[in-house]
């Protein structure tokens, strides 16, 4: 399935007319008050270059959000920057943000995730770092925790010697195939990373104009990979400036961080969206290898776990979830309404 075109629908919600350098995107799902705390970091970016407005698109919260996020447009004065899209469903992180993008047109589209707090003079940074590279296609910025230290958001992309490492857990291993460790450390200078977090990415709107929005096969997660994929195959780099600071709290409702850390079972559309991203990069025997080699590791560390060993690797029913749409990797993500799983924001 082709990635979405961008185009530009007419939207009822009152709105600025102008077309912007900028236009942030924030995509939000029950976390008014986490948009609330993002719009007041933007303030002083708009004091110092007021060429950028604001979509929030709402992903179908059902609860009072909406409420919730017009009363604060409308008590701050914002309306005339920012505006309020009300989807009719939840599209998850891919289409939330397409919604955004298609909402006004700019020369560059931010993503921002609602728990952010855009640093001062990081919007400016990114857009020099753009029109100083003109062949970067995406810029990131550092994304650090409140206190100032930094996150992991630079990445190389995933391979099934990933699988292996990630369900092996033994230092022996991650020595021998480090080279193909995902996350790289977090970059004090300009870097050029295989991906980057789109926690917080800008984005020129030749890329979309040339290979299309997110790819709304995905419900969350590996998007952001697959899109960078894409990029970079079309000939764009991936530039992280870390001179750009934004603060990611990491307060989503997504229970894919907190599940992993506690080893309980992940939600379906976290696999669905695993097994997209392997068949996309790798082709069916891609994917297959990377199941292959995540069972490999898995004996490893059921060895280390028969030597009396804590087995850090075991996450709940996954040497079963990792063959979840194996022979139908492009078949459409199962919503979490129709599962178990709770409706996420990343």
């Known amino acids: ?81 920012v505006r309020l899209v009300r989807s009719r469903n939840n599209n998850g992180f891919a289409g939330g943000n397409n919604t955004g993008i298609n909402t006004l047109q700019a020369e560059f589209y931010l993503l921002l995730n609602s728990d952010t707090l855009v ?21 990131s910025p ?9 996150q992991e958001s630079c990445f190389r992309f995933h391979t099934p010697c990933r699988e292996l490492m990630a369900s092996a857990q033994t230092g022996f291993i991650d020595g021998l195939l480090k080279k193909y460790i995902v996350a790289m450390p977090v970059q004090e200078q300009i870097a050029r990373p295989d991906w980057t977090s789109f926690a917080c990415v800008l984005i020129r ?15 969350m ?26 603060v990611h709290l990491r307060g989503g ?10 080893k309980k079972r992940l939600p379906k559309y976290f696999y669905e969206s695993r097994a997209r991203l392997y068949y996309q990069l790798y082709g069916w025997r ?14 490893v560390s059921l060895s280390r776990q028969v030597l009396g060993r804590t087995d850090k690797a075991a996450i709940e029913m996954q040497w079963l979830d ?16 129709q599962s178990n799983d709770s409706v996420p924001n990343k």
């Open 1 to 81: 399935m082709a990635p979405p075109a961008l185009h530009n629908p007419c939207l009822s919600d009152s709105s600025p007319s102008t077309i912007a350098k900028i236009v942030i995107v924030i995509v939000n799902y029950r976390t008014p008050r986490l948009v609330e705390d993002c719009l007041k970091s933007l303030i002083p970016e708009r004091e110092k270059n007021g060429n950028f407005n604001v979509v929030i698109v709402d992903n179908n919260s059902a609860d009072n959000s909406t409420d919730v996020l017009q009363k604060a447009i409308f008590d701050n004065g914002y309306s005339q920057w």
């Open 119 to 139: 640093c001062p003079e990081a919007i400016n940074t990114m857009l020099e770092t753009a029109m100083k590279f003109t062949g970067a296609g995406l810029v």
């Open 142 to 150: 550092r994304l650090e925790w409140p206190d100032g230290q930094g």
């Open 205 to 219: 709107r030749e890329v979309f104009d040339q290979i299309g929005l997110l790819d709304e096969g995905y419900f």
């Open 221 to 246: 997660y590996f998007e952001d990979v697959e899109f960078c994929y894409r990029a970079r195959k079309a000939g764009w780099e991936i530039v992280h400036n870390p001179s750009a600071r934004v």
């Open 253 to 262: 409702s997504s229970p894919v961080k907190e599940n992993t850390k506690n």
């Open 286 to 299: 891609g994917l297959t290898m990377a199941n292959l080699m995540w069972w490999l590791g898995r004996l």
């Open 322 to 337: 990792i063959w979840i749409n194996w022979l139908n990797p492009l078949k459409h993500y199962t919503h979490p309404s």
